[in-house]
């Protein structure tokens, strides 16, 4: 069973900037798109991030500019580094991985982003 773990999350100040990483059970090569999601309470989850087969990116506006997504397929590791970070940005992220039409998710990491 392919598993996805995250870890990363954590506290921080307006203004400042966590990575999120994403260990995967096997290949993140084999994962042809691999993506973070977020969801904040009450509200529905929200495309953050993606990568998909030759390191093609793409973001959601409202992160463009301050978050970057990739991929370490040697580690089997998929980031989100996040910088400029403000309250808008706290809420519990997901690492999603696609092989073939299976989708795989991680179980979530909290950012909290406060002073």
């Known amino acids: 069973q392919v598993q996805l773990v995250e870890s990363g999350g954590g506290l921080v100040q307006p203004g400042g900037s966590l990575r999120l990483s994403c260990t995967a059970s096997?290949?993140?090569?084999?994962?042809?798109?691999m993506a973070w999601h977020r969801q904040a309470p009450g509200k529905q989850r929200e495309l953050v991030a993606s990568?998909?087969?030759?390191?093609?990116?793409s973001y959601v506006d409202s992160v463009k500019g301050r978050f970057t997504i990739s991929k370490d397929n040697a580690k089997k590791i998929l980031y989100l580094q996040m910088t400029n970070l403000d309250a808008e940005d706290t809420t519990v992220y997901y690492c999603?991985?696609?092989?073939?039409?299976?989708?795989?998710w991680g179980q979530g990491t909290q950012v909290t982003v406060s002073s």
């Open positions: 990568i998909r087969t030759g390191h093609i990116t």
């Open positions: 999603n991985g696609r092989i073939g039409t299976d989708e795989i």
């Open positions: 096997i290949s993140t090569f084999l994962m042809q798109h």
